[in-house]
Nanobody, 125 residues
Framework: QVQLVESGGGLVQAGGSLRLSCAASGRTFSIYTMGWFRQAPGKEREFVAAIRWSGQATYYADSVKGRFTISRDIDKNTIYLQMNSLNPEDTALYYC??????????????????WGQGTQVTVSS
């Protein structure tokens, strides 16, 4: 099992920045990909970004490309999502997830095996 704990959400004005963190514990050696997803009220869970756990490969949704950056600190078993130029459409509950398969890029939430509890990001206009 892998446990994931997100942090760093909050309320920010449009144009501002936030950095989300996701700490992994447990059988982290089984992780192949880590991803960030978000879900706004009344909408489906949406892929945001993914990173290969053992390398530098990253992949982004078009809606966040150029504004968000995913990174990882292997020594801390932690991934990050730096979010810049936020707008109200980015308001959602943000989840991190871990995938043990070797599918890349893994964009479907169905493909992820483990999920955190989520952290709320609210962007005011």
């Amino acid at each position: 099992q892998v446990q994931l704990v997100e942090s760093g959400g909050g309320l920010v004005q449009a144009g501002g920045s936030l950095r989300l963190s996701c700490a992994a514990s447990g059988r982290t050696f089984s992780i192949y990909t880590m991803g960030w997803f978000r879900q706004a009220p009344g909408k489906e869970r949406e892929f945001v970004a993914a990173i290969r756990w053992s390398g530098q490969a990253t992949y982004y949704a078009d809606s966040v490309k150029g504004r968000f950056t995913i990174s990882r600190d292997i020594d801390k078993n932690t991934i990050y999502l730096q979010m810049n130029s936020l707008n109200p459409e980015d308001t959602a509950l943000y989840y991190c997830a871990a995938d043990a398969s070797r599918t890349w890029p893994q964009r479907s939430p169905v493909g992820y095996d483990y999920w955190g509890q989520g952290t709320q990001v609210t962007v005011s206009s």
